[in-house]
Each structure stands twice: as C-alpha cells, then as structure tokens.
C-alpha cells in the first residue's frame, strides 16, 4: 500500500490557486454569494490560511477581476484577415463564450462590481481598482475595433463617436441577454451585434461624407452572404416591402378623398 502525501504549495502557486478556485466560484454565483469559508473548501484548505495570502474577500475579488479581465481582453484579439464583418462575428462569438461561462461574476464586474466593494463601509480605492480593470477591458475592446478597421493615431470624431457606442451596445446587450434567460440564440444575437455595427457606421455615413468613404471602403471585400452583405438584403426587402405599403396606403386615402 502507498500513502498519498499532499504537495506542499508555494506562496505563489497558492495565490494562483486561490485565484482560480474563486474566480470558479464568482462564475456560478455572484460574488455577494460566495464565502470565503467555500473558497478555503474548494481550495482544500482552512479558512485562516486564505486569509495568510490574500488580506479579505475584496482583495481576492479584485485579483481574480484582473485574471478575469486579462481573458476577456485576450478574446478581443483576431487576425487581420478577411472582411471585417466576418471578424467581428468571430470576435462576438468568443466574446459570448466568456459571458456564458462566467455569467454571474460578469454581470456583477460591469455592473460596477459586487455589494461588498460598492457598499458605504468599503474603502474607494476597491471601487475605484474595480472601474479601472473594467475600463481597461472596454479599452482594449475598442483598440481591436479601431485595428480591424485600419485605423492608426487619432480617429475621426464620428468613427470613434460610433465603435465606442457599439462597444457599450455589445456589454449591455450581453448583460440583458443574461437577465433574459438567454432567450434569444446565441448565434441571432451575435450576428445581429455585428449588423447594429454596420448600421451605426450608416447612420453616420449619411451625415458626414468622410464616415461615408470609410463605409465604402469598409464594405469593399464584403461578401454578399457576410453579415453586412446579409444585413443590406434584408434592409431592401423590408424597404420594398414597406414603399409598396406606403404606395397602397397612399392611393386607399387618395381614393377616400
């Protein structure tokens, strides 16, 4: 018979450990929700011990915030490659594996991050470390938009007015999306993201003419079946569709008069 003997951790490979263990935790359930006592029991040891490496509840929160973070600012991250329309589906798709393998703790890091850093007997510097991490996340996903669309230095007001919109648009999406019960597909609300992308840079292309070359040329390589190409078929159908109302309308009150 053999007799197995528990490896002794070091202090760094026990933070990492720690870490992981509740950002597991935070992902199920909302960080209000977890105990420390449930991370020292997941982790194997004694709740005395946790609190040997990390301080409280809140600084283990806010280092497992920042692994959190590192990933989903990893998932913006594409090859610039192929039409645009196509990376961003590819960008969403990922995103939205993060939020559906970390929906509890997502919600509560965009929502400004859980009670027991909000609350009025926390210091600020847990709230304000808890922005910071999330502005960086928010950073990062608008300077992989800017790449993909080939924008170096400063930015047109109105592009930058409308990727930092569609960044917004893609984190409150999400967040309704898990408050919805996920009724929504998946794959319909991820294609739709990268149609409310196109539609912004439209909007904005047809009051300003600089926003109106950038769309042109942005819609260059686009293939008819990407989701642009498939966002501008089904704007002509239901266009058509709604003229001949409007035609019908107009020659039914024609004919009242």
Do not use: N
Not at 51 to 61: A, D, E, M, R
Not at 100 to 116: C, I, N, S, T
Not at 210 to 219: S, T
């Amino acid at each position: 018979m053999t007799t197995g003997v528990r490896r002794r951790m070091g202090v760094e490979e026990r933070r990492q450990q720690l870490i992981g263990v509740a950002l597991e935790l935070f992902s199920r359930r909302s960080p209000d929700e977890v105990s420390i006592d449930e991370i020292a029991a997941a982790a194997g040891i004694s709740r005395p011990l946790v609190y040997h490496y990390f301080p409280g509840k809140q600084s283990l929160y806010e280092a497992a915030l920042r692994r959190a973070a590192d990933e989903l600012a990893g998932r913006f991250a594409e090859p610039h490659e192929g039409p645009v329309g196509a990376r961003l589906l590819r960008v969403l798709g990922r995103f939205f594996d993060f939020v559906d393998e970390h929906g509890p703790g997502f919600a509560a890091l965009m929502r400004g991050g859980p009670a027991f850093l909000t609350g009025a007997s926390r210091p600020a510097g847990g709230v304000s470390a808890t922005h910071a991490v999330i502005d960086g996340v928010r950073q990062a996903a608008y300077a992989h938009v800017m790449a993909h669309l080939g924008v170096r230095g400063r930015p047109p007001a109105r592009l930058d007015l409308v990727v930092r919109s569609w960044v917004a648009l893609a984190e409150s999406t999400a967040l309704i999306w898990l408050d919805g019960q996920r009724r929504i597909p998946r794959a319909e609300l991820e294609r739709q993201l990268v149609a409310d992308f196109g539609a912004l840079v439209a909007v904005s292309a047809a009051y300003d003419g600089e926003m109106a070359g950038f769309m042109a040329g942005m819609l260059a390589d686009e293939p008819a079946d990407g989701p642009f190409g498939e966002l501008l078929g089904r704007l002509v159908t239901l266009v058509a569709g709604t003229a001949g109302g409007c035609s019908a309308g107009a020659g039914a009150a024609q004919a009242v008069r």
